[in-house]
């Protein structure tokens, strides 16, 4: 099991990000507790930690945390 405090997690500026893929990310979520998918986000905060990086927000339909993790893909 990973030890959440032992793997210093860095915020990032999710503003920073071009306003097409903010709207991407902020659509495209799934929210765990109102099992359903591309219900949005509120309140976007970007993470990275040990080669991850992911956005937290808050569901639009219920308020929970909702996490969107993110894949860079290669452009080979």
Do not use: H, Y
Request: one cysteine or more; proline letters at 3%; charged letters at 30%.
């Amino acid at each position: 099991m990973t030890d959440i405090a032992a793997e210093n997690i860095v915020a990032r500026d999710f503003s920073a990000r071009p306003l097409e893929e903010q709207q991407d990310f902020m659509t495209q979520t799934w929210c765990n507790q109102c099992m359903e998918v591309d219900l949005g986000m509120t309140d976007p905060q970007e993470f990275e930690s040990q080669g991850r990086i992911w956005i937290e927000g808050n569901c639009v339909k219920c308020g929970e945390k909702t996490v969107t993790e993110i894949v860079e893909e290669d452009d080979e």
